[in-house]
């Protein structure tokens, strides 16, 4: 069955990013997996000065598959970019017992720009920009709030 999946990127306010990706089958959703990451920004600095919080969920409707999150989604500030990665684990049922496969999702922000990017060691995923960083968000100008 062709399984595909499509990310939609939000972000709403500076400093706080949100992806969704989600996979269907004819075009009827199977699973969505959600990532938010929200941090301040030293204008003066032009750094990351705090990682405030960080979510990864999942929603799934596929009986024939179980998926849960790795922990919660770890958050860490590298240079002058705040970051975020959630890990999910999925078991698919099959007849001979059960395939597990791992999807991780990766937010990134530098107070001017955010990037997202889906990877994982399923087959599903390939059409994912093969895990490359995808530009969800841009501001031209310097921020008005920290």
């Known amino acids: 069955m062709p399984v595909e999946t499509k990310a939609t990127f939000v972000s709403d306010l500076p400093h706080t990013l ?15 997996f959600y990532l938010t990451l929200n941090y301040r920004y030293d204008i003066t600095n ?12 999942h929603r799934n409707y596929n009986p024939g598959v179980l998926i849960s999150e790795n922990g919660g989604a770890a958050k860490e500030i590298s240079g002058t970019d705040a970051y975020t990665r959630q890990n999910w684990t999925a078991k698919m049922l099959i007849s001979a017992g059960f395939i ?8 990134k922000g530098d107070g001017k720009s ?7 060691n399923t087959p599903a995923l390939n059409n994912i920009n093969n895990g490359v960083w995808q530009q969800i968000w841009r501001n031209e100008t310097i921020p008005a709030l920290h």
């Open 18 to 32: 949100s992806a969704q990706w989600d996979s269907t089958v004819f075009g009827v959703s199977i699973t969505s």
């Open 46 to 57: 032009g750094r990351v000065t705090k990682v405030v919080d960080a979510n990864g969920a």
């Open 100 to 107: 597990e496969y791992t999807i991780i999702g990766y937010l």
């Open 114 to 120: 955010g990037h997202a990017k889906l990877e994982g």
